[in-house]
């Protein structure tokens, strides 16, 4: 036997090291743990190790949690309702865990969760899709296969998104790493002014729409970057660059009601609108329209 061990079973004798609890939740044991691996070395008397704990809470909120999902408008134009999620009870289960250490004997410890509820249910989301408050269209060339799935991933990555007021969005945070885990492929990318292949090539195409979107709707725009040389799938300036380890394109709603992103890609155009309720306070912005033609970068020779 370790000497801390003795010298804690001679200044508390009543504590037994070795009783175990299991871990359960909907009835199967998730994991066993032994007291005597969460003690911290104080003399005289039993101390949670509390980085210890800390990691166990941790590893079994992940076994029991489950994200919430957000209410949505599928493909057909319907409303699929919200899904609540759930993550484990710390209050309760510390205070078992307590009892489990500080008491005496074998014990059971049932898990027991939270609720969860999501950013928008279905009653919100009915709502804000009522009125379009700016749209934007633009157009890519179908033929490069790439460039395309990379701009449909993006499109879907924002579509449905709910921005309420005073919040800010950011389009690497929503639409997330561009990897090839994550089903992007290689595509033209413009660097330093110079047009090369990258992963993920296509998605400013997005940024850039959702940027003029936006504008229409009257948005506060609080970052955008141009690219290094000019882009033809949107006229001069109008343009919004964005790298995962670089620029962003982020914007805040200063409305008095949420807003509402719908984003589609289909024959070769980009369509993103922006809506929200019959209440809304705005002031639309005008801004130039798309040219028509293929961006001369990804037409295939």
Same mark, same amino acid.
């Given at each position: 036997?370790?000497?801390?061990?003795?010298?804690?079973?001679?200044?508390?004798?009543?504590?037994?090291?070795?009783?175990?609890?299991?871990?359960?939740?909907?009835?199967?044991?998730?994991?066993?743990?032994?007291?005597?691996?969460?003690?911290?070395?104080?003399?005289?008397?039993?101390?949670?190790?509390?980085?210890?704990?800390?990691?166990?809470?941790?590893?079994?909120?992940?076994?029991?949690?489950?994200?919430?999902?957000?209410?949505?408008?599928?493909?057909?134009?319907?409303?699929?309702?919200?899904?609540?999620?759930?993550?484990?009870?710390?209050?309760?289960?510390?205070?078992?865990?307590?009892?489990?250490?500080?008491?005496?004997?074998?014990?059971?410890?049932?898990?027991?969760?939270?609720?969860?509820?999501?950013?928008?249910?279905?009653?919100?989301?009915?709502?804000?899709?009522?009125?379009?408050?700016?749209?934007?269209?633009?157009?890519?060339?179908?033929?490069?296969?790439?460039?395309?799935?990379?701009?449909?991933?993006?499109?879907?990555?924002?579509?449905?998104?709910?921005?309420?007021?005073?919040?800010?969005?950011?389009?690497?945070?929503?639409?997330?790493?561009?990897?090839?885990?994550?089903?992007?492929?290689?595509?033209?990318? #413009?660097?330093?002014?110079?047009? /090369?292949? !990258?992963?993920?090539?296509? $998605?400013?195409?997005? %940024? &850039?729409?959702?940027? +003029?979107?936006?504008?229409?709707?009257?948005?506060?725009?609080?970052?955008?970057?141009?690219?290094?040389?000019?882009?033809?799938?949107?006229?001069?300036?109008?343009?919004?660059?964005?790298?995962?380890?670089?620029?962003?394109?982020?914007?805040?709603?200063?409305?008095?009601?949420? #807003?509402?992103?719908?984003?589609? /890609?289909? !024959?070769?155009?980009?369509? $993103?609108?922006?809506? %929200? &309720?019959?209440?809304? +306070?705005?002031?639309?912005?005008?801004?130039?329209?798309?040219?028509?033609?293929?961006?001369?970068?990804?037409?295939?020779?």
């Amino acid at each position: 036997m370790k000497p801390i061990l003795i010298i804690l079973l001679t200044f508390i004798p009543f504590l037994n090291l070795h009783d175990q609890a299991q871990i359960t939740f909907e009835d199967k044991t998730i994991t066993t743990v032994n007291r005597k691996d969460y003690i911290e070395p104080h003399l005289g008397r039993p101390v949670i190790n509390h980085e210890k704990y800390t990691q166990l809470v941790e590893n079994i909120n992940v076994i029991v949690s489950k994200q919430p999902e957000n209410a949505f408008i599928n493909s057909q134009g319907d409303i699929e309702a919200e899904k609540v999620g759930y993550a484990l009870d710390r209050k309760t289960f510390q205070t078992d865990f307590y009892q489990y250490f500080f008491g005496q004997g074998d014990a059971t410890i049932a898990i027991k969760r939270q609720k969860i509820y999501p950013r928008v249910d279905t009653e919100l989301l009915g709502n804000v899709r009522v009125k379009q408050i700016g749209s934007y269209i633009t157009y890519f060339n179908t033929y490069n296969k790439e460039r395309s799935h990379n701009i449909s991933l993006a499109s879907e990555a924002i579509d449905n998104f709910v921005v309420f007021p005073g919040e800010t969005f950011s389009f690497n945070r929503v639409v997330g790493k561009r990897t090839t885990e994550r089903g992007y492929l290689p595509a033209p990318v #413009i660097v330093r002014g110079e047009l /090369t292949e !990258g992963i993920g090539g296509g $998605i400013c195409q997005i %940024s &850039s729409t959702l940027y +003029n979107a936006v504008d229409r709707a009257g948005l506060k725009i609080i970052e955008r970057y141009t690219h290094s040389r000019r882009v033809p799938y949107v006229p001069p300036g109008r343009d919004a660059t964005v790298s995962w380890y670089g620029p962003d394109f982020i914007f805040k709603n200063p409305h008095n009601q949420p #807003i509402l992103i719908r984003s589609k /890609t289909s !024959g070769g155009q980009v369509v $993103i609108s922006i809506h %929200s &309720s019959e209440n809304i +306070n705005y002031e639309p912005r005008k801004t130039p329209a798309a040219p028509k033609q293929l961006p001369k970068e990804i037409h295939l020779y």
